[in-house]
């Protein structure tokens, strides 16, 4: 984060606001006026809506002023956390060229995605960290608008679990 940048914490999701980059489109405003309002001081009320909603409004953003963060979930009892990152067709804990745990998907038109694989590290394994992976494709596929398809067995397990993830399955 440049010195600059603002970072506005939430529950679930963090705000980050990058002021030099911005080209005042009002984008973010006009979409979300209860958690976006420049009358507000903080200007960004980030538990104002859902994190799915803030995501995809600042998905909008003309400039890249606007970046969101991911809370990831605790692991050890709480006494450390995990980064959920989003990469190619996939969301990943670890280093790009060196990642500890992935869930990886192939797009299939534009408004479904299928799960092939999930993949934890010994290191990981029993954290939850597959868990919140699925978890994350989740709110990524709301937020887009999509449905997805696990074929991979892990994937369908937690479907299968989690009942409130069933507007997402396809």
Not at 8 to 36: E, M, N, T, W
Not at 69 to 77: E, H, I, P, R, T
Not at 93 to 108: F, L
Request: hydrophobic letters at 35%; one cysteine or more.
């Amino acid at each position: 984060m440049s010195d600059d940048s603002k970072q506005y914490v939430g529950k679930d999701i963090d705000v980050i606001f990058h002021p030099g980059r911005c080209v005042h489109s009002a984008k973010c405003v006009s979409g979300l006026p209860g958690v976006f309002n420049i009358k507000k001081k903080p200007w960004v009320h980030v538990d104002g809506e859902t994190a799915d909603k803030i995501a995809s409004q600042i998905n909008n953003c003309p400039s890249g002023a606007l970046e969101y963060v991911w809370k990831s979930n605790l692991l050890n009892g709480g006494k450390q956390m995990f980064e959920i990152k989003e990469g190619t067709n996939c969301f990943y804990v670890g280093k790009e060229d060196h990642k500890e745990a992935e869930i990886h998907y192939v797009k299939n038109g534009n408004h479904i995605i299928i799960v092939d694989h999930t993949i934890v590290s010994d290191s990981l394994s029993g954290q939850g960290v597959g868990q919140a992976l699925v978890k994350r494709l989740v709110e990524f596929a709301r937020a887009k608008g999509i449905k997805i398809m696990p074929l991979c067995p892990f994937a369908k397990s937690q479907f299968n679990r989690h009942e409130d993830y069933a507007d997402v399955l396809l």
